[in-house]
Structures are given as structure tokens and as C-alpha cells.
């Protein structure tokens, strides 16, 4: 199976076509920032870009994904360098047991993609496919409102 991952064409050999994109990523590939917690599209810890639409990867066939853009968290930064948003779930104190985080961080960032200053509302929507078990949602909806105001250069 060749795709390309985080701007790289990578191949991966002995795939079944039947075996999920994220068991690919995980466990063939390296790339074990995608979380896997329920295998079933219900929680969004598994969270990538397909194309450029986010997508529950426990859902993607690795066959539908031959020959498409991926894009996962740890394509979010440059290197050694964390992405602004990286960054500000840290600081705000929005990972705690990280389970959920990678997921949580590949969709704020499509969201803030698409709407630089969102609406509590809007952050709200378009988390809803992301569970949480740890910290109550708060200090994700801090990260977000910190790395909109950031990135727009708003920053105090
Ligand atoms: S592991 Fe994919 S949605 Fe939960
Ligand atoms: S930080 Fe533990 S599930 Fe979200």
C-alpha cells in the first residue's frame, strides 16, 4: 500500500485492504499518535486528515486510503517544533491522561482552518465527535479560544 503521509510518499507491505487505516498508521508505519480507544467511529481519538477532511481513521479501510493524502498529528509540527495549537493544549493544561488529544488536535485545527475566530458554539460543534474522559472540556475550550487568538496574532 503506497499513500502519502505528512508530505511523504510511504509504503507499507503486506497490508490487508480490509484492516483499518489507523492499525496501518500504528502498527506498520510508526506513527502511533493517532489514538485508538474505541475502534468503532464513536470517539474521535483516531482523528487525521484524509484529503483534507478530518476523519475517524478506525473507520477508513486501508484499501480507500491507497493512494491519498494523510495527514496525522505528528504532521501537525515541524519538526522538534510544536504546531501553535500543540502548544497551547499544553500550556492551557488540556492533556492530562492524552488519550483524546490527538484527535482533539487534528479537529480544532481543521476548525480553525476554516474559522480563525470561532465561537464558543462552534468550538463546542465541531468537538462534538471528540471525547473526553479527563478533563471536563474546560481547558480544551481554553486551548482552543488561546491558539485562534494566537494564530490570528491577537495574543496579549
Ligand atoms: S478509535 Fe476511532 S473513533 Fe474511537
Ligand atoms: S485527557 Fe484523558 S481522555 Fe481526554
New binding site residues.
Partial sequence: MTTTINGQARQADDVWEGESLLYVLRERLGLPGSKNACEQGECGSCTVYLDGVPVCSCLVAAGQAAGRSIVTVEGLASGDDLHQLQDAFLRTGA???????PGLIVAAHDLLGRIPQPTDLQIREALAGN?????GYEKIMEAVRLAAREMSGDAE
Avoid at 492533556?95 to 488529544?101: D, E, K, P
Wanted: proline share 0%.
Fill in positions: 492533556v492530562q491522561c492524552g488519550f483524546c488529544t471525547l473526553c474522559r479527563c478533563t
